[in-house]
């Protein structure tokens, strides 16, 4: 096994354990407690289905799906961030060889 793959497996063995932490460290139980549907509406007349808690616009709703994503899911969204931007990179370089070898 030659030096560049030795880092790729062991890049990609970082990226798998730090999923399996904050997938095995966050509390499923909280959000697995309502498995039927919820009503939604259209054309809300009101301003409840803001992000904010206030008007000054700098905490966000704990039950907004922005906080969801960047404060609970955090910790699983970054390496999925690297491992997706080192497909694309990986991608070029795979096309570039195909190219430099016709």
């Known amino acids: 096994m030659n030096k560049r793959t030795a880092i790729g497996v062991s890049v990609a063995v970082a990226l798998l354990a730090v999923l399996v932490a904050g997938v095995y460290s966050f509390d499923w139980d909280a959000h697995n407690a309502n ?23 700098t ?18 969204l970054i390496p999925l961030a690297l491992l997706m931007f080192g497909a694309m ?14």
């Open 35 to 57: 498995d039927g549907p919820h009503e939604i509406p259209t054309f809300p007349t009101d301003d409840g289905d803001s992000i904010w808690v206030d008007d000054d616009k």
């Open 59 to 76: 905490v966000l709703r704990e039950d907004s799906l922005a906080y969801t994503i960047f404060e609970k899911y955090g910790l699983i």
């Open 89 to 102: 990179v990986a991608g070029v370089c795979i096309s570039r060889e195909e190219v430099e070898g016709e």
